[in-house]
């Protein structure tokens, strides 16, 4: 059999559309809603569907879970848009929706993004929820405790929907792969450790998977056998955020900078007052500088000299209000200050030790004990519950965890004994070892 050429695969429609799940059985992830006996899923399969709200990020199969429900309980299914449905739009198909009542069909009504709706428009579903014209099934990224009207609210179950693990959304790309509406009928060659890129890259959100995976594919060069091979540059292309540095001097201007920088880092007080004067001299803007200064402060000084930081800012002021020539003299004070200060570079070390798990891991949720609950709704799904006033207790200290659970006894900021820094150090080792000794007592 001839193998068919990408190329001859309409795609017209995104793949993210073509793979969109039909049914219960395709749907990937939420499982706490969806799995064997779950409550979401007994609703459906008894079709006993009621009004409900689903609250969760983009991508999760909020949009999709509504299409299959009603698939699932046959039922009419519409939906509603924000920007284009009005009061008079609304009431007309609610009016259809009573008419289809008394022949016996189920109107499901779909709003997506159900928070851009204004209170006339969400005022609008009420009586025919009420009355149960309709069933309504919202979904929003928003806190429908904030965004959703009472009296509507009220009369909805709101289901909240996860982000996707990397799993979940690694079963969807390799779907996408072999399955006729996806790149079936080519054969993609791509290797799981790409896969897992793409799906890290996603942050949980499965459209956004589709999304990337579609341009890569689209985007690769078709081998002479119809196949096609997604290469490490392939992938690079579509995913790496590049930027570009603003370039006022070409290349010798970031190589100042730099030599004024490692100066003051290795503590050389004249060279990094000759770079500075090299910079001014060639009509370096003095403003730039300072923000360079102030930076250094907190990357190579930190808290082994809070004072560097106060330093680098008043100087920054300065070279506001007097400008040049007469601010070099500020200038030239801030980079003897900062080449004298003691160094640390922990705060710097500890922000990119966090970012690296930010931007390799899936975004985690707030743990439910250190959410704000200002709601009743908020209250019931135990927002907040278990929550350790700190100022309550005598040592002014808990034992509350408030990493995520994937990330408890994690470190990032390591206090060096440099300058100051060394009492951070001590007050820090104080603090962990009353949270061991009082976690062990409870």
Same mark, same amino acid.
């Given at each position: 059999?001839?193998?068919?050429?990408?190329?001859?695969?309409?795609?017209?429609?995104?793949?993210?559309?073509?793979?969109?799940?039909?049914?219960?059985?395709?749907?990937?992830?939420?499982?706490?809603?969806?799995?064997?006996?779950?409550?979401?899923?007994?609703?459906?399969?008894?079709?006993?569907?009621?009004?409900?709200?689903?609250?969760?990020?983009?991508?999760?199969?909020?949009?999709?879970?509504?299409?299959?429900?009603?698939?699932?309980?046959?039922?009419?299914?519409?939906?509603?848009?924000?920007?284009?449905?009005?009061?008079?739009?609304?009431?007309?198909?609610?009016?259809?929706?009573?008419?289809?009542?008394?022949?016996?069909?189920?109107?499901?009504?779909?709003?997506?993004?159900?928070?851009?709706?204004?209170?006339?428009?969400?005022?609008?579903?009420?009586?025919?929820?009420?009355?149960?014209?309709?069933?309504?099934?919202?979904?929003?990224?928003?806190?429908?405790?904030?965004?959703?009207?009472?009296?509507?609210?009220?009369?909805?179950?709101?289901?909240?929907?996860?982000?996707?693990?990397?799993?979940? *959304?690694?079963?969807?790309?390799?779907?996408?792969?072999?399955?006729?509406?996806?790149?079936?009928?080519?054969?993609?060659?791509?290797?799981?450790?790409?896969?897992?890129?793409?799906?890290?890259?996603?942050?949980?959100?499965?459209?956004?998977?589709?999304?990337?995976?579609?341009?890569?594919?689209?985007?690769?060069?078709?081998?002479?056998?119809?196949? *096609?091979?997604?290469?490490?540059?392939?992938?690079?292309?579509?995913?790496?955020?590049?930027?570009?540095?603003?370039?006022?001097?070409?290349?010798?201007?970031?190589?100042?900078?730099?030599?004024?920088?490692?100066?003051?880092?290795?503590?050389?007080?004249?060279?990094?007052?000759?770079?500075?004067?090299?910079?001014?001299?060639?009509?370096?803007?003095? *403003?730039?500088?300072?923000?360079? *200064?102030?930076?250094?402060?907190?990357?190579?000084?930190?808290?082994?000299?809070?004072?560097?930081?106060?330093?680098?800012?008043?100087?920054?002021?300065?070279?506001?209000?007097?400008?040049?020539?007469?601010?070099?003299?500020?200038?030239?004070?801030?980079?003897?200050?900062?080449?004298?200060?003691?160094?640390?570079?922990?705060?710097?070390?500890?922000?990119?030790?966090?970012?690296?798990?930010?931007?390799?891991?899936?975004?985690?949720?707030?743990?439910?004990?250190?959410?704000?609950?200002?709601?009743?709704?908020?209250?019931?799904?135990?927002?907040?519950?278990?929550?350790?006033?700190?100022?309550?207790?005598?040592?002014?200290?808990?034992?509350?965890?408030?990493?995520?659970?994937?990330?408890?006894?994690?470190?990032?900021?390591?206090?060096?004994?440099?300058?100051?820094?060394?009492?951070?150090?001590?007050?820090?080792?104080?603090?962990?070892?009353?949270?061991?000794?009082?976690?062990?007592?409870?």
């Amino acid at each position: 059999m001839e193998q068919t050429s990408l190329f001859e695969i309409s795609t017209n429609e995104p793949l993210a559309s073509r793979m969109r799940p039909r049914n219960l059985s395709e749907f990937v992830g939420q499982t706490h809603l969806l799995g064997e006996n779950k409550i979401l899923r007994k609703i459906i399969e008894s079709d006993n569907v009621s009004s409900m709200i689903f609250w969760g990020p983009p991508g999760v199969g909020k949009t999709t879970l509504a299409r299959i429900i009603a698939r699932e309980t046959k039922s009419e299914f519409i939906t509603f848009s924000a920007v284009t449905s009005g009061i008079k739009e609304i009431k007309k198909v609610m009016e259809d929706a009573d008419n289809n009542k008394k022949l016996g069909i189920k109107t499901i009504v779909f709003v997506d993004e159900i928070h851009r709706f204004n209170k006339a428009q969400q005022d609008a579903f009420l009586p025919f929820v009420e009355k149960g014209s309709i069933v309504l099934i919202g979904a929003t990224t928003e806190n429908p405790s904030f965004e959703i009207n009472n009296a509507l609210l009220s009369r909805c179950r709101v289901f909240v929907l996860k982000e996707l693990s990397n799993e979940d *959304i690694l079963i969807l790309l390799k779907r996408a792969i072999s399955d006729e509406r996806g790149f079936g009928q080519v054969k993609i060659n791509i290797s799981d450790e790409y896969l897992k890129v793409i799906a890290n890259f996603a942050n949980g959100d499965a459209r956004s998977a589709l999304t990337t995976l579609d341009m890569i594919v689209t985007n690769s060069d078709e081998n002479e056998d119809g196949s *096609i091979t997604i290469t490490k540059n392939n992938i690079e292309e579509c995913i790496t955020k590049k930027t570009l540095l603003y370039d006022k001097n070409g290349e010798e201007h970031y190589n100042i900078i730099s030599a004024l920088h490692k100066s003051m880092r290795n503590s050389d007080p004249d060279a990094a007052v000759y770079w500075l004067a090299r910079m001014l001299e060639a009509g370096e803007d003095p *403003i730039y500088i300072a923000r360079r *200064i102030t930076r250094f402060a907190s990357e190579d000084i930190g808290l082994a000299d809070t004072n560097a930081l106060n330093v680098a800012i008043n100087v920054y002021h300065a070279c506001h209000f007097i400008g040049m020539p007469e601010c070099n003299v500020h200038l030239t004070e801030a980079v003897i200050y900062m080449s004298l200060a003691p160094k640390s570079n922990a705060c710097d070390i500890a922000y990119q030790l966090a970012s690296a798990d930010a931007k390799k891991m899936l975004a985690e949720p707030v743990p439910l004990v250190i959410r704000n609950a200002p709601t009743k709704l908020m209250k019931e799904l135990n927002y907040g519950k278990g929550y350790q006033y700190a100022h309550d207790s005598k040592d002014k200290l808990t034992t509350m965890e408030c990493l995520p659970p994937s990330l408890l006894g994690k470190t990032y900021y390591h206090p060096t004994i440099q300058g100051n820094e060394i009492r951070f150090k001590q007050r820090l080792e104080q603090i962990k070892e009353w949270k061991k000794t009082h976690q062990n007592t409870k």
